[in-house]
């Protein structure tokens, strides 16, 4: 289990990378390490995950390889030296990947070599689930927006200041040497209209091939780690919660049970040591002896009045 955690928490923050098997286009991430290895993959229609520990590796392993024997870590390294290289943009024409795939599955085969022999591998990948979804895809892209958005503001405050400062030195008697490197005093709205108009058109014709760049795998990375830690810190919060909840301390009402003591005809309560005092000092005595040092007052009757007294 605990191996199985590790490897979701590692494949959270790898960045998506764009991977081509045959004609499909698609974007993906792994991560695979002695316990077994995890993928998740995505042609932006429909999400596909596969979950394997050391006992699933080594199943299949003789299922499809049969004239191969070795360690279970062996294959799970041949899979890693395959699998990486192509989510690094980097292909190779020794090593041959096929895919097929329904809304609900999808399966990658593989084909190499390990040790001079054939080695053959199936990636069986069912539909993921909506939280897993949620967890690599849409929060982390939220929050990618918001930080390019908060980016964006913050250049846009830094073009008008440098505006205000050339416009100084313009007025200080200041000239440009070369006529062509003068610009326009940065207006926002403009500028972004003309964003939407020009250049978005361009960018959503690009295809989805291209959906993260170099740039944005290293803004993905960051917004995961954060995502992580935030996690680890909600786990770390509810455990000591938990743990201070179990050491916690009796409250006083129940610490005073069981503590009656029978006299000769009497049942008294003896409050814990605990109280205040004004809650201690309406207690009855627990024993004979005490009852008897105990000085005792007699009431003075009062001398009624009368309406005239």
């Not at 390990?114 to 897993?132: I, K, N």
């Not at 967890?135 to 980016?151: E, F, G, K």
């Not at 179990?246 to 610490?255: K, T």
């Not at 004004?278 to 309406?307: E, N, Y």
Request: glycine share 6%; aromatic share 8%; with cysteine.
């Amino acid at each position: 289990m605990e191996g199985s955690e590790d490897l979701d928490s590692s494949l959270l923050t790898q960045p998506w990378a764009s991977v081509c098997f045959g004609e499909f286009t698609f974007i993906a991430k792994a991560c695979f390490k002695e316990t077994g290895y995890v993928l998740l993959i995505s042609d932006l229609s429909s999400v596909w995950y596969e979950r394997a520990d050391t006992d699933i590796v080594g199943k299949r392993s003789k299922e499809l390889n049969k004239r191969l024997t070795a360690h279970v870590s062996s294959f799970l390294n041949r899979l890693s030296n395959l699998m990486c290289p192509l989510l690094e943009g980097r292909e190779s024409d020794a090593n041959s990947f096929s895919c097929q795939q329904t809304p609900s599955k999808l399966t990658i085969h593989v084909k190499s070599e390990l040790s001079g022999l054939p080695f053959y591998w199936v990636f069986h990948c069912p539909a993921a689930a909506v939280e897993m979804i949620s967890r690599h895809l849409v929060r982390p892209l939220i929050r990618m927006s918001l930080a390019l958005q908060y980016q964006l503001q913050e250049l846009a405050s830094l073009l008008v200041q440098k505006d205000a400062e050339i416009e100084d030195y313009r007025e200080s008697g200041a000239a440009l040497s070369r006529g062509r490197l003068r610009t326009e005093p940065f207006q926002e709205k403009p500028f972004l209209q003309k964003f939407v108009d020009e250049s978005l058109p361009q960018l959503c014709g690009a295809g989805d091939g291209q959906a993260f760049t170099s740039t944005l795998q290293h803004l993905y990375t960051a917004v995961a780690r954060q995502e992580a830690r935030a996690a680890q810190k909600r786990r770390h919060s509810g455990d000591a919660e938990t743990l201070e909840l179990a050491s916690s301390p009796q409250l006083p009402g129940e610490a005073m049970d069981s503590l009656v003591t029978v006299g000769s005809q009497q049942e008294s309560v003896e409050p814990p040591s605990d109280l205040p005092q004004s809650l201690g000092a309406t207690a009855t005595p627990s024993s004979p002896a005490q009852r008897a040092r105990l000085p005792v007052s007699k009431a003075k009757r009062k001398k009624a009045k009368g309406l005239f007294g």
